[in-house]
């Protein structure tokens, strides 16, 4: 019989998986990737060693080990979202000056012809 921090353990060594295949894949930038594994790293230090990140969690201030992990992989989060942002601002700039190049290429074709 499966305990539940063997299932736990399965379920983190598929998402290492998943996330190692999108990287061989160029699906997942290496930048993102790391942030994924830092957040597996803690899932795993939270399957493996309950006690010492309990202590920690107290120890930062947090009542129950969940809270603390909440937070943590909240602020994760943000760190995406923002670096998300600034690339898709980004993209948006330079999409825009393509679009500029290509107006001023084609009239200047057209106006050879």
């Known amino acids: 019989m499966i305990t539940d921090n063997l299932r736990l353990v399965v379920i983190i060594f598929i998402l290492f998986l998943l996330i190692v295949y999108l990287l061989r894949k160029r699906k997942l930038s ?12 803690v899932m795993l230090f939270t399957v493996l060693l309950p006690d010492v990140m309990k202590y920690i969690a107290n120890l930062i ?9 909440l937070c943590i992989f909240i ?3 943000l760190f995406i979202t923002l670096a998300l942002t600034i ?8 999409i825009t000056l393509l ?9 200047e074709l057209e106006d050879k012809k």
């Open 61 to 69: 201030g947090f009542e129950l080990l969940s809270n603390m992990l």
């Open 87 to 94: 690339v898709v601002s980004s993209n948006k700039r330079r």
């Open 75 to 77: 602020v994760i989060l």
């Open 99 to 107: 679009i500029e190049e290509v107006s001023i290429l084609k009239k």
């Open 30 to 41: 290496t930048k993102y990737a790391i942030v994924w594994f830092l957040a597996i790293i």
